[in-house]
């Protein structure tokens, strides 16, 4: 059976690596059995920098292909 386990996303702070930003886009940088690197979307996992950032690339374009990321309407009454 499939490992349906998700890459753990919090204590960040001690990972010798960082989130990867590009545009309205995050990268999460996570440990995941021991090791260190990215969550990609699908709960995909890669220790290699550069397809991270690639993927992040492609991200963004999407996002800003489908007219990018609203403002929350009523953020004042959001609990």
């Known amino acids: 059976m499939k490992d349906l386990r998700v890459p753990q996303l919090r204590m960040v ?11 309205l ?3 999460k940088a996570s440990k995941f059995q021991g090791s260190e690197g990215w969550t ?5 996992f890669t220790q290699n920098r550069e397809e991270a950032e690639h993927v992040c690339k492609k991200i963004n374009k999407l996002i800003h292909k489908n007219g990018g990321i609203k403002p929350a309407m009523k953020v004042k009454r959001a609990a």
């Open 13 to 23: 702070e001690h990972l010798r690596c960082d989130d990867i930003h590009n545009g």
């Open 25 to 27: 886009a995050t990268v």
């Open 40 to 44: 990609l979307p699908g709960c995909k």
